[in-house]
């Protein structure tokens, strides 16, 4: 079965400090990977999704990058943090599929937080 | 992508069926509709999905009519732990864009 993983779980950084947070998906091949913030009480903002290795579609202009060095592998980064990074950030990956909407498994998320 | 707009908020008390509908005017004909719930802290889950007509699984059911421009999720005899936020999602094979999502609070 597939299973999705991010770590850490929870961060506290200081603003100015670098970001990475990473996510692995097992058991699937070729999937669409995706990066969601959700800041508190709100929905969820995509912030970057990727189709394939090196591959990254932006959504929200914003000083994150986000990077697949391997096909199941999707890093999000940042070389300064500002205090609105602060949030819920979720990894979700799909089937690769063109036929139809395939539906997005998430994982556990990291809580970050700006100090 | 197509918008959606759904109720920001739904009490209901417990072993009530729950309706919740989310408008969709601009769906595209290859769009799908799905529908996800999220818990505090965790990411959402997937729950149930539709293209027209009705759909229906263990946990709930989809009515979605001809013209597709409204989808109702329905949650049968609800329990305590089915407060949560449901999103409903439409998009195409790439990616979707997640509405504000419904908070259901259910109550004893």
């Known amino acids: 079965s597939q299973t999705i993983h991010q770590w850490p779980a929870t961060l506290v950084q200081p603003v100015g400090s670098p970001l990475s947070l990473e996510c692995t998906v097992e058991?699937?091949?070729?999937?669409?990977l995706y990066w969601y913030r959700q800041a508190a009480g709100r929905g969820l903002q995509l912030l970057f999704y990727s189709v394939g290795i090196g591959q990254i579609s932006s959504e929200v202009p914003q000083n994150l990058s986000a990077s697949r060095p391997q096909d199941r592998q999707f890093i999000l980064s940042s070389k300064k943090l500002l205090l609105s990074d602060s949030g819920f950030y979720l990894c979700?990956?799909?089937?690769?599929?063109?036929?139809?909407?395939?539906?997005?498994?998430f994982g556990d998320g990291t809580r970050l937080s700006i100090l | 992508l197509a918008k959606t707009t759904q109720p920001i908020s739904m009490d209901s008390y417990e072993g009530q069926e729950v309706n919740i509908t989310c408008s969709h005017n601009?769906?595209?004909?290859?769009?799908?509709i799905t529908w996800y719930q999220q818990f505090p802290s965790q990411g959402p889950r997937f729950i149930i999905q539709g293209y027209k007509t009705k759909v229906t699984n263990e946990v709930a059911s989809l009515f979605i009519p001809a013209d597709r421009k409204s989808s109702t999720l329905s949650l049968p005899r609800v329990s305590l732990s089915d407060t949560a936020v449901y999103y409903c999602l439409v998009g195409g094979y790439q990616k979707v864009t997640f509405g504000t999502g419904t908070k259901l609070q259910v109550i004893p």
């Open positions: 058991g699937t091949s070729n999937p669409n």
């Open positions: 601009n769906i595209a004909t290859n769009d799908y």
């Open positions: 979700a990956w799909s089937v690769l599929g063109t036929e139809r909407n395939q539906p997005q498994h």
